[in-house]
Nanobody, 113 residues
Framework: QVQVVESGGGLVQAGGSLRLSCVVS????????INWYRQGPGKQREWVAG???????NYVDSVKGRFSVSRDNAKSTVYLQMNSLKPEDTAAYYC???????WGQGTQVTVSS
């Protein structure tokens, strides 16, 4: 049984930092592209960042230079380091194994101004 579990969200002031974790079990992630998405209040879910098997990373323009995605295959874990957070980053953040329907339950990030 495949499980995807996000953690690390919370309440932070603008300018602060958080590190989200995405732990995958029941599936080898070494050869999988992993993406982070987010869904803010009243908004559609949007892609935020992705990391390939070769550790190539891509980001949506709004987070470039502030967010960094990394992976530890030995721990089946993908991280999203979020710095210089802004109120508009407030959202539920989700991890997804690309080309699958495996999603986590999300972790809430709230940035106060």
């Amino acid at each position: 049984q495949v499980q995807v579990v996000e953690s690390g969200g919370g309440l932070v002031q603008a300018g602060g930092s958080l590190r989200l974790s995405c732990v995958v079990s029941g599936l080898t992630v070494n050869n999988k592209l992993i993406n982070w998405y987010r869904q803010g209040p009243g908004k559609q879910r949007e892609w935020v960042a992705g990391i390939s098997t070769g550790r190539t990373t891509n980001y949506v323009d709004s987070v470039k230079g502030r967010f960094s995605v990394s992976r530890d295959n030995a721990k089946s874990t993908v991280y999203l380091q979020m710095n210089s957070l802004k109120p508009e980053d407030t959202a539920a953040y989700y991890c997804n194994i690309a080309m699958t329907n495996y999603w986590g339950q999300g972790t809430q990030v709230t940035v106060s101004s």
